[in-house]
Nanobody, 123 residues
Framework: QVHLQESGGGSVQAGGSLRLSCGISGYIVSINYMAWFRQAPGKEREGVATFRHDGSTSYGDSVKDRFTGSRDYGKNTLYLQMSNLRPEDTAMYYC?????????????????WGQGTQVTVSS
């Protein structure tokens, strides 16, 4: 059983930065894909970034050049460094783990989800 726990959310003014963390515990050896998603009130959940077992990453168009993700295998932690935050980045942020290949933004691929951490950006 894999367990994911997000942390690092909070309130920040536009232009500020935050770093989210996702602690990974349990049977983690075979996790091939990890991702960050977010969901704003009244909106569908959207993919923010993904990290594949081959080291490649992908980012959503709205966060490219502002967000950078990384995975520390030694600490079993996934990170999302968010810079130049905008009010439209306000959302609950979730990390997720998948074993099956497929389009990275497809929520159904991800078998394990964390509880989420709230990010609020004020103008």
């Amino acid at each position: 059983q894999v367990h994911l726990q997000e942390s690092g959310g909070g309130s920040v003014q536009a232009g500020g930065s935050l770093r989210l963390s996702c602690g990974i515990s349990g049977y983690i050896v075979s996790i091939n894909y990890m991702a960050w998603f977010r969901q704003a009130p009244g909106k569908e959940r959207e993919g923010v970034a993904t990290f594949r077992h081959d080291g490649s990453t992908s980012y959503g168009d709205s966060v490219k050049d502002r967000f950078t993700g990384s995975r520390d295998y030694g600490k079993n932690t996934l990170y999302l460094q968010m810079s130049n935050l905008r009010p439209e980045d306000t959302a609950m942020y979730y990390c997720a783990a998948a074993w099956r290949a497929g389009p990275w933004t497809t929520e159904g691929r991800y078998a394990i989800w964390g509880q989420g951490t709230q990010v609020t950006v004020s103008s």
